[in-house]
């Protein structure tokens, strides 16, 4: 990577060339004059450990995930004249605060005010390429170490240079704030770097101590506020090109709909109608506005095919335990022998399909030229769609520009984005720019779904209140396996869909007898990755047992799960975590207005308290996290009036952001728990609109949310995802102790009308 | 022809009158700040004002803007000035992917123009717009601070 590959006379306006202009920065990849040798240093270095390798069984195991993008700090960073320091990150920003935490990292390591730092999306023609995603919650966690030593090896650099220029020896340099002061004089970064020759690339130096830090740790407003309360462009719907037209893309309502044929007579005759586009099993209309685009649309008369008519009934048959072929991802002892010889208590729990909802919907711009293409877009996967694309036109990769656009949501649903393709596919016939939105209909019935679930938990108990084994069985569509993510040949390795079983393993490991099963079912809709995987489910499932086993011991639910936690790293992290859960919202023997299980009160609904709360905790990717939910019933209405929230994530890079993941999984997971449900009638998915998609909003959100952060690991864990885990059973287990009623079917208010329709 | 005032300037547009507002200032004048989420005045993404009232702009006709005045987002206050929402929604740290919070901004803008101190459940009422990322606990707040900004802004006037 060079500055002349890109600096051809048809320089994108993001160029290199129109960057020195306009902004007077120079050097805009400043090592890269003298130093070119840097990348490959560095790039192979990071490369060579079998990223793959490492992913899949780290993931698998502990939700681990080593980045494996290059790490040259020439790819990462630029130093204007100016002293300004521009980020290039690999990783995007849709919400979840990557971009401030990666600013805080930098800019203490570097040595700079993190004011000074803008942050932006690499774009795949700068090198700086993530070979996997964003996702997974593991954007901090896997850049903290590397993106220190990168900020560390050019702070170095950069002090090495300067005191040459200088002419002093490097240790008698000190740097303060982007400023390089000798004896001899100082100088800024920004004069460091104009007046540099021949770069110099020492060790990586040692990190400095994360209690030396000036940001890290610190609740740094997020850098990107003043373009998001100001109405900045810079979403991908935002996009714009010069001679931009717009696109639409026909897409069945009917799952399993086969393209036969399609007609664009009426479309091409519709006003504003640049071209109607019909090939293979593809039909578009390209037109000069977004409105015409879309009205053309209705007027595309497409013919499809379906086999088979799906309803709600067949997904659900589908979907069952003890079908299929098992996959063991737990075991310890023999649940077997202690369910042969004791009396075993049994629950069935389900969830339902899930659509992720993000309010931008999937959109994509492209323009596609002679042997060359560029492409706009918001997707969490930049070299996958940079692949897609030119696969799509023939093109090798390095002749796709990917530029990430700020993601308007992501939550998973932009781990595939083949819209790029569509965009691709209508800009190649008409030769200009072409931007394609999917409609919200098509949003909501082409999504990659939260797949559906089954669960079946077993569980035995001794004497003294203790539980002797314990075993949850899981059926779910597929997260993972099937996934344009997840090559085919690692998914034939593991075998198992390792994101339909996250949450699903027993976390009270001290149960002598423990063992989880999963099993995966292809699904004729696509299901894939929605935030936090299988874990919101399984928590479900798993969560809401433990407190039938509480009730039918005889235990307080918290008391019961402190028993079996194991005395180890992960058993001693769970613990804090709902010890100091459980002491903040002052939890006792049931919680407030708790009903004690088989009292009188409990069967005597006019002296019954008006509030209960419900417990819950999950461990997820090595974090784990607590919830109280404090629950009313309002006639009927489920109303979850204050939710408190323990996590421990390990380092909180910043504590307010973490705290914003806590709050907005909270509602989120209550979103999904408590109202949203896609159902299949006469093979079609509905409903294709909010409202009908009952999401929570402000009146349905709790007025209080109470987050505290333990830190007992000494580096960044996940966050992004874990706190979604136990907001199900959390409010379910409060719904119980406050009405006697049992919900153990996702989205729970539906359950409880249900439950009262049935007892009226 | 469709003429109305945009942010206080006053702007005509050739375009078929039954086109969306929201297109209308996204695409013909540029400004991207108000938002398509689902096309149908279900999320309030695209919501601004219009004479004041909170508008879902998706499904209003350019036409029946005529000669009347539009604020978006861009047009509510600028870093330098930020309306007292926008100073609310800085300091409470409220947008995570952002993209729903002009909706939000400018509903919540046009809830305090009619009531200057709502209440929780004036707020719920009002507030009916959908955000994903789930940034409601941050929204109350802010709207509440937003209240407190502009009493005191008044008092100081």
Known sequence: ?760 | MVAFTLNGEPRTVDVDGGTPLLWVIRDEFGLKGTKFGCGLAACGACTLLVDGEAVRSCVLPVSAAEGLDVTTVEGLGSPDDPHPVQQAWIEEVVPQCGYCQPGFMMATAALLADVPEPTDDEIDARITNVCRCATHHRIRRAIHRAAEIGSTREGAE
């Open chain 1, 1 to 760: 990577m060079t500055g002349g590959e890109t600096g051809g006379g048809g320089a994108p306006a993001e160029g290199p060339e129109a960057s020195d202009g306009r902004r007077g920065v120079t050097r805009r990849r400043f090592l890269v004059w003298s130093a070119t040798g840097v990348g490959v240093l560095f790039g192979a270095g990071y490369l060579s450990r079998g990223v793959w390798r490492r992913f899949l069984a780290g993931y698998a195991n502990a939700g681990e995930f080593p980045y494996g993008g290059p790490m040259d700090p020439s790819l990462w960073f630029e130093i204007g004249v100016d002293d300004r320091v521009v980020l290039h990150s690999a990783k995007v920003e849709m919400g979840q605060g990557t971009f401030t935490g990666l600013a805080q990292i930098a800019a203490d390591e570097l040595e700079v005010d993190v004011g000074r730092i803008r942050v932006v999306h690499a774009s795949t023609s700068s090198g700086n390429v993530d070979p996997f995603a964003t996702g997974g919650s593991t954007s901090i966690s896997s850049l903290w170490q590397p993106l220190r030593e990168a900020a560390a090896t050019l702070r170095e650099m950069i002090r090495i240079e300067g005191a040459r220029q200088l002419g002093v020896d490097p240790s008698a340099v000190t740097i303060d704030d982007g400023v390089l002061t000798a004896p001899a004089g100082s100088l800024t970064y920004g004069a460091v770097v104009e007046a540099a020759g021949e770069w110099e690339v020492p060790e990586t130096p040692p990190l400095k101590e994360v209690s030396d830090y000036r940001y890290v740790r610190q609740p740094v407003p997020r850098v990107d506020l003043e373009e998001k309360v100001f109405g900045a462009p810079i979403f991908g719907m935002d996009a714009e090109m010069p001679d931009m037209l717009f696109g639409a893309v026909a897409r069945p309502d009917r799952i399993g709909a086969r393209f036969v044929s399609a007609d664009g007579s009426r479309a091409a005759a519709m006003p504003g109608v640049v071209r109607v586009v019909i090939e293979d099993d593809f039909a578009g209309v390209v037109a000069e506005t977004f409105t015409a685009a879309a009205r053309a649309l209705q007027a595309l008369d497409v013919e499809w095919a379906v086999e088979r008519s799906w309803s709600d009934e067949d997904i659900r048959a589908m979907v069952r335990t003890g079908r299929g072929t098992d996959h063991v991802i737990q075991r310890e002892g023999s649940v077997g022998r202690a369910f042969d010889s004791g009396e075993v208590i049994e629950a069935e729990f389900t969830s339902p399909i899930g659509a992720h909802a993000q309010i931008e919907p999937g959109v994509a711009l492209a323009h596609v030229e002679a042997d060359r293409a560029t492409v706009m877009i918001s997707t969490q996967v930049v070299g996958l769609t940079r692949r897609q694309v030119a696969d799509a036109l023939g093109l090798g990769v390095e002749a796709v520009d990917v530029r990430p656009m700020f993601l308007g949501g992501g939550f998973g649903r932009r781990l595939h984005t083949p819209i790029a393709v569509d965009a691709a596919r209508l800009s190649r016939a008409v030769g200009r720019p072409v931007k394609v939105t999917n409609t919200r209909k098509q949003e909501f019935q082409r999504d990659t779904f939260r797949p559906p679930t089954h669960h079946r938990l077993r569980a035995t108990l001794e004497g003294e209140g203790r539980i002797g084994a314990i075993e949850h069985r899981v059926a779910s569509g597929q997260v993972a396996i099937g996934s344009p993510l997840v090559p085919a040949l690692a998914q034939t390795v593991i075998g198992h869909d390792i994101g339909a079983w996250r949450g699903g393993m027993i976390q009270y490991r001290a149960i002598p007898n423990h063992q989880a099963v999963s099993r995966t079912v292809e699904l004729p809709f696509s299901t894939s990755w929605w935030r936090s995987l299988g874990l919101l489910a399984n928590t479900f499932a798993i969560e809401c047992f433990m407190d039938e086993l509480a009730e039918a011991a005889g235990r307080d639910p918290v008391e019961l799960r402190l028993d079996h936690i194991a005395d180890d790293e992960a058993g001693r992290r769970l613990r804090a975590v709902i010890e100091a859960c459980a002491a903040q919202a002052g939890w006792r023997d049931g919680g407030v207005g708790g009903v004690a299980p088989g009292s009188e009160a409990a069967s005597a609904p006019t002296s019954a308290p008006t509030s209960a709360m419900g417990f819950a905790a999950s461990t997820d990717a090595n974090t784990p996290c607590a919830h109280v939910a404090e629950v009313r019933v309002d006639e009927g209405r489920i109303r979850v009036e204050k939710v408190t929230c323990v996590i421990d994530p390990g380092l909180a890079v910043n504590p307010d952001q973490v705290r914003a993941q806590c709050e907005g999984s909270v509602v989120m997971g209550l979103s999904a728990a408590l109202y949203e449900e896609m159902t299949v009638t006469d093979g079609v998915l509905g409903p294709t609109i909010y409202g009908p998609y009952r999401m929570a909003t402000l009146a349905d959100a709790p007025r209080e949310i109470d987050v505290e952060i333990l830190e007992n690991a000494d580096v960044p864990g996940a966050v992004g995802e874990p706190p979604l885990g136990p907001i199900g059973a959390a409010i379910a287990n409060a719904v119980w102790r406050l009405t006697g009623v049992r919900l153990r079917d996702m989205p729970l208010q539906p359950a409880l009308d249900r439950a009262l329709a049935g007892a009226a």
